[in-house]
């Protein structure tokens, strides 16, 4: 696609293209164990929070691993740029690897909280649901 402010690359939208740039750049992603374990985590979480909780209880479980996957791959993708402009330790590189991932540690922090009030609220749930059906 062709960068309307620098005039590079090449005219007009492809949207295959940009499937297959996508899919490679999420092939990426998960090849990494930390973005994939938390993946899993959540896909298995979601399942019965879908049947438990509700619509509005897995929105959220959704946006929170969304928004750490996609924190981790912007992490990825700074520190892949760092070593790639500055192969040697750098004072400055480092400071922004160190900015880099705390705000992905943001990200997680906010994701470990949504999965724990999840955990918290679907043991209630099938609880109460179990208590329901042995009086």
Known sequence: MKNKMLG???KGYNPIRKMRVII???KYAFADFSVLYKSILSIILLIP???YNGWIDSSVV???TSFMIASEM???AIEAICDYMQSEFDKKIGMIKDVAAAATAVAITAWIIVVSIELIELYQNIELFRGNYHL
């Open 8 to 10: 590079t690359g090449e």
């Open 24 to 26: 490679s750049g999420l």
């Open 49 to 51: 929070v879908i049947i």
């Open 62 to 64: 959704v946006l929170a």
């Open 74 to 76: 912007f992490n990825t």
